[in-house]
């Protein structure tokens, strides 16, 4: 079983509409969460941080549920440039040698279409 | 502008050559990293850098290195023993290890192409 988990996708969402799709992920010791986003054939970067009480930036909400070991991404009032891979990021923080080293999902696709 | 740069854009290797691709940062970060990603797979940790003179293995090191002889440099040699390196590498600095909700930066990566 993969340590993080993502549904590939595409989601095909139409603009305007909600958009919202989890992660799992297997250590329940996982301190830390966040999701970033990449467009195609570019790096990676920081959307947003998942913090235990959920959390909200502008049109994206992002929560966690530890009970059940999963973190979600919500998407309102969609826009085309929306249109991009996310990916999943759990910070597996056992021990001082794992500091800092993340584990990524393979990403969700989102298709913005007009 | 504070950010990573990773040189060169675009590299094609022959098979049975070593290449080495290079990562710096000018962030003053103290942690630095080497990512590969293959087409449906999350990003994969080969080897991270916590301070310098100092780096540990990651989930796949097997057929690369690396050196971090200075803070703002930490470049990734792919060696002839890597069996299927073609692969997006992406290189990332953090400011320290520590801290959970440090943001990871990363450069804008490099696409290897073995011939």
């Known amino acids: 079983r993969k340590e993080v988990e993502q549904d590939p996708g595409p989601f095909n969402v139409p603009e305007g509409a909600t958009v919202a799709f989890n992660c799992t992920y297997s250590n329940s010791a996982s301190q830390s969460f966040f999701w970033y986003r990449q467009d195609c054939r570019k790096e990676p970067k920081l959307l947003m941080s998942?913090?235990?009480s959920g959390n909200e930036d502008g049109r994206f909400t992002a929560q966690l549920n530890r009970a059940s070991q999963y973190i979600s991404l919500l998407i309102r009032d969609s826009k085309l440039s929306d249109s991009a891979t996310y990916l999943c990021?759990?910070?597996?923080?056992?021990?001082?040698?794992?500091?800092?080293?993340?584990?990524f999902g393979a990403g969700t696709q989102v298709v913005v279409t007009p | 502008d504070g950010g990573i740069t990773q040189s060169p854009k675009y590299l094609f290797r022959k098979e049975g050559q070593n290449v080495t691709l290079s990562c710096e940062q000018n962030?003053?970060?103290?942690?630095m990293y080497w990512y590969r990603q293959d087409p449906g797979q999350g990003l994969r940790l080969i080897y991270y850098s916590q301070i310098v003179n100092d780096f540990q293995k990651g989930d796949i090191a097997e057929g690369y290195s690396v050196s971090r002889e200075k803070k703002e440099s930490f470049p990734l040699t792919v060696t002839s023993a890597q069996k299927n390196p073609t692969a997006f590498y992406l290189c990332a600095s953090r400011p320290s290890s520590e801290g959970l909700y440090n943001e990871q930066f990363f450069g804008p990566g490099t696409r290897l192409t073995v011939l």
């Open positions: 962030l003053n970060h103290d942690a």
């Open positions: 990021v759990v910070n597996m923080n056992m021990t001082t040698d794992s500091w800092g080293k993340l584990q």
């Open positions: 998942v913090y235990s």
